[in-house]
């Protein structure tokens, strides 16, 4: 597509619940990002995926977050047992590679754990 | 881990007048990139620098990366009301390993222009 698409916009969940946060890069891009941002804040890296492949996941919080891009496109952000601190915008980003090439981010997933 | 520090936190100036946002790391960066974020919106990626002592302008906007490859600035010449928004640095460190993708993100410099 024209842009990266995230899905959905926003979404309000119950404490406990797992919630599944799409994110569909621009389309030849081999490079997708997840990135974490509070409000009035920078950006926090997440993971990353080259083509299928997880390059880094060092800024995953705990084991109740993971994401996957099985078929090297379109990959989701899996939160499990959310908690209230989880509230957060959640961004994608893709990029042509991922040495020296520039974001593109999507719109984001506003999350709300109540 | 890596820290990517910006100042000022916030920036008000009159239209006219210029702007500066200054960025530091703790380590050697391999790059920096620079994103704006208009109010509601997502950051949007502005320039990259790669190399020691280099500069770019993009019309009004005059990037800086240090000779140490460890801080860069961001200088805005005649504000516009359009400029408003937040500008983020963005660093990127090879030398740990395999991660080349991964940016760590300044907090922002939020700036706010008055006509």
């Known amino acids: 597509g024209a842009g990266v698409s995230q899905s959905p916009r926003y979404k309000v969940t119950k404490r406990g619940q797992d919630v599944a946060l799409r994110c569909d890069p621009i389309s030849g891009h081999v490079s997708l ?13 997440l993971t990353y995926f080259n083509y ?28 499990q047992r959310t908690e209230q601190r989880d509230s957060a915008m959640y961004r994608c980003a893709s990029s042509l590679g991922d040495i020296f090439y520039g974001y593109t981010f999507g719109s984001g997933t ?5 | 881990g890596q820290q990517v520090m910006q100042i000022p936190q916030y920036q008000h100036v009159q239209e006219g ?8 790391s703790s380590t050697t960066l391999s790059n920096i990139q620079w994103y704006k974020q208009r109010p509601g919106g997502h950051p949007v990626f502005l320039i990259q620098l790669v190399k020691s002592g280099e500069v ?3 019309k009004r906007l005059t990037f800086q990366f240090g000779e140490a490859k460890k801080n860069s600035s961001l200088h805005i010449t005649a504000t516009q ?35």
């Open chain 1, 33 to 45: 990002y997840w990135y974490r941002q509070a409000l009035g804040q920078g950006p926090e890296f």
């Open chain 2, 56 to 58: 770019k302008k993009q």
């Open chain 2, 17 to 24: 007048e210029d702007f500066t946002t200054y960025c530091n």
């Open chain 1, 110 to 114: 506003r999350l709300t754990v109540v």
């Open chain 1, 52 to 79: 299928e492949a997880q390059q880094d996941k060092s800024g995953l919080p705990n084991d109740r977050f993971s994401a996957e891009r099985p078929e090297g496109s379109i990959s989701t952000l899996t939160i």
């Open chain 2, 81 to 115: 009301t359009t400029d408003v928004g937040t500008y983020f640095c963005a660093g990127g460190d090879f030398a740990g390993g395999t991660s080349y993708g991964k940016l760590t993100f300044g907090q922002g410099t939020i700036l706010t222009v008055h006509p």
